[in-house]
């Protein structure tokens, strides 16, 4: 068994592009929908507004993933995408605020901005994702998914809250907080493109077979194709359960709990985000040493003992606690999942498997509002929230008890040694 060594600082400096990703994404969700109340009254329109950008990743991610695979220039496969996407979305990101009623008093400027930023954001996300496993032998790439996934998240810690305290300085000055904290994250991004330009390389050859006597793996064996779609349904089943708690937890805290608020249910909601990100490190180690499947399923085990409660009883602390362990589940699940796909593709269609990857996610986040929403409607309240999440889950241990493969040859690099990768 070849033993391997985790380079943590190559890994840190290459998450930059997820880390931009993640800054954008996240200072959109919270601000763009205000943005757009000043033009429209529907919330359903603004809310089919919003997700534009995942009905983009479900078209486009796969193709753009799959270009990527197949291109070859002086600046590798992924490269050629980013440079220009990323820069263009920079730009079109610091525009959005002035396409406000206030600069430029018509609706169609804005919605030209954020349908060329939603669809110029699925050309590069495939590509970006795909250099960490270009870079990482697989044994090592639920560990370096964990260092993207802390990266991402610290990305959108930082575009909330240093979001909100621009916002707000730009707010007392100038009357209009947004055009500051936009810019920011455009200069951020244009930042972290820097750095991915200067420290980050793509191997010349990472789509050859290191035996040149053998050939680069393209087609699944039926077994694994089964895998395949296995892993990617129960992809979809938990990004369901989990899209449904991110979208209605502000209401099901505020029709459930007399007296809370908006801002007492975002407060309660960011328990669960700092410990997925605490635990998103960890997680790929669990997930390296046991296995990345056994992971995945002890992760949706957990979260449905933890949830299902919750479903039954109200109380608030029960909630937090339940939340504040959930986190560590979630990045059970979340970390070790892409690594499982990726291992299906060979080193030749990466940037396409991950296309596949982002469809089922992004089409569980198309289907799940909608079909929670309906549910809520019929039943009447929103304590049935976590037990809709928990049949999600349910139903996405189903069809990972069925998977054969996506698990790499276990590593012998410990987490001592990984971290010696910083020194490197």
Known sequence: MQDYKL?????????????ASQMAWTMYNSYVPKILEGFLSSTFLIGFIMVIDNIFGVLFQPLFGKLSDNTRSRFGRRMP?????????????????????VYMQSF?????????????MSIWRSPVIAIMPDLTPGPLRSQANGIVNLMGGIGAIIALQAGGILYNYSLGKTGDGYPLPFLTVAISMMAALLIMIIFVREPKNAYEPEDKTKTVKVKLEKNE????????FGIFFWFAGYNAIETFFSLYITNTYEGMTAGDSSMTLAIFSLTFLAFAVPAGFIGARIGRRKAILIGLSCLIILFFPLALFTNI?????????GGFSWAMVNVNSLPMVVRLSGEAKIGTFIGYYYTFSFSSQIV???????????VGHYKVLFLYACIAFALAIISL??????EDTASKTSAAEVL?????
């Not at 995408?81 to 009623?101: H, K, Q, T």
């Not at 008890?401 to 996506?406: A, L, P, T, Y």
């Not at 010696?420 to 490197?424: R, S």
Request: glycine share 8%; net charge positive.
């Open 317 to 325: 602390w029960l909630t937090r606690g339940c939340l504040f362990l």
């Open 225 to 232: 194709k089964k895998s395949l779609f296995l892993i990617l």
């Open 368 to 378: 799940s509002p909608v079909l929670f929403g309906a549910i809520r409607d019929f």
């Open 420 to 424: 010696d990768g910083l020194g490197d």
């Open 108 to 120: 169609f400027p804005l919605m030209l901005v954020l349908i060329l930023f939603t669809f110029i």
């Open 81 to 101: 995408y980013i440079l220009i996407g990323l820069p263009v979305c920079a730009v079109l990101f610091a525009f959005i605020p002035y396409m406000s009623s």
């Open 7 to 19: 380079n943590v600082k190559a890994t840190l400096l290459l998450s930059f592009g997820f880390f």
């Open 401 to 406: 008890i069925f998977v054969r493969h996506g």
